[in-house]
């Protein structure tokens, strides 16, 4: 019996993945010349990832979306040295990448705890420098938020992506009309027999162009980055998303998900990856399905079916092709069977090139002891 729980990541207000905030180091005391006395240094401001905290929350409660760390104190008869001031902590959600105004990485929050330091606060005056205190370091940073999950949905508009989501961890994603579906990031976990839990990210769905930041773009795709794994859903019928635009086949869907992926970022692309062929209650469905387990094993063959710009460099390999119908609950549970083996596949892997790494330095080592 597989147990079901779901998460929802908007609570209240509309979902917040991006956040800008102003940071100023504290400034440093003074230091007092006639005794040689050294000002305090100012207080530094640091970002720590918390636990239950969102950017919505910290939008609501910092409104001004100013952090100051406090100033250093003055060196004085009674203490020649003067207090540091206080270091000002700004909570944050994890999964949190911190980056400069043109994008610059300043670090990265991925446990609970994690640390970055913002603004160093100034120096306090001392011998060194004519006993005058220096300001703290200012700068407006970002907080990116990319969800961590252990698969991400990856599908167009109206391929089932929320339906099979409810249907894996009973989720209940609140959906929109085109150009793209989920409003708001959505996880479901599925707790295994062996209390072995799997997270699943629903995202907003991808139109054609949106590498190039059309429909949620770069917000639904940067997303993408931090799974381990990606399942990719497509209508096994095809689908048009609106009167003005082409009809795409299954073949098609695949191809185009994973050009839009490519031009992202190649190493996105490059993901272990699982498809899922949704709505087989429909008419036909199974002979769409073979059609489709044909062109998948030849793509190459039918690459005149795509716009040539839109052609993949590699075509993607599925570790499992599974077909399910959301709507009806056919294939769900060998679908959760198929994950469940992928990532205990991947997790193998990865722990036997740890392995291979550890044994390769001791040997290095050994070798530089003769």
């Known amino acids: 019996m597989v147990h079901i729980s ?27 010349p006639r005794l040689g006395g050294q000002g305090g240094n100012g207080g530094d401001v640091w970002v720590v990832a918390k636990k239950n905290m969102t950017l919505k929350r910290i939008k609501d409660k910092y409104p001004l979306k100013r952090f100051v760390g406090g100033s250093g104190g003055n060196s004085s008869v009674r203490a020649l040295k003067g207090e540091k001031g206080t270091d000002v902590e700004v909570p944050a959600p994890v999964g949190i990448a911190v980056t400069t105004d043109d994008g610059r990485i300043v670090g990265d929050l991925n446990e609970e705890g994690d640390r970055v ?14 006993f005058e205190p220096t300001k703290g370091q200012a700068k407006h940073i970002r907080l990116d938020l990319k969800l961590i999950a252990d698969l991400g949905l990856v599908g167009f508009p109206n391929a089932g992506k929320s339906s099979l989501l409810t249907a894996l961890s009973n989720a209940t994603p609140q959906v929109a009309s085109y150009a793209f579906t989920t409003l708001r990031p959505e996880i479901g976990k599925v707790m295994y027999p062996d209390y072995k839990q799997i997270s699943i ?5 991808l139109i054609e162009g949106a590498y190039m930041n059309k429909g949620m773009g770069h917000k639904f795709l940067k997303h993408v980055e931090r799974t381990k794994q990606l399942l990719f ?7 048009q998303l609106a009167s003005k635009t082409p009809f795409r086949s299954a073949f098609e869907a695949v191809q185009l998900l994973s050009k839009e992926l490519e031009l992202y970022k190649e190493e996105v692309a490059s993901k272990p990856a699982i498809l899922v062929v949704n709505k087989m209650d429909l008419p036909d469905a199974e002979d769409k399905l073979a059609e489709l387990k044909e062109q998948l094993k030849n793509p190459e063959e039918f690459s005149d079916l795509l716009p040539g710009d839109m052609i993949p460099k590699n075509y993607m390999t599925f570790r499992h092709v ?6 009806t609950g056919l294939g769900i549970d060998h679908l959760k069977s198929c994950i469940r083996q992928s990532l205990d596949e991947e997790a193998t892997l990865k722990s036997s090139d ?7 330095r001791l040997r290095s080592m050994s070798f530089c002891t003769k």
């Open 201 to 205: 990210a629903d995202l907003p769905g």
């Open 354 to 360: 740890v392995l291979q790494e550890k044994l390769l």
């Open 6 to 32: 779901r998460i929802c990541l908007r609570k209240y207000g509309n979902f917040v993945d991006n956040l800008r905030l102003y940071v100023r180091g504290g400034g440093g005391g003074m230091g007092l």
């Open 233 to 239: 859903v497509v209508d096994v019928c095809g689908f």
């Open 322 to 327: 599974v077909p399910v119908s959301a709507m």
């Open 117 to 130: 330091l913002v603004a160093k606060g100034g120096s306090g005056g001392s011998l060194y420098s004519a």
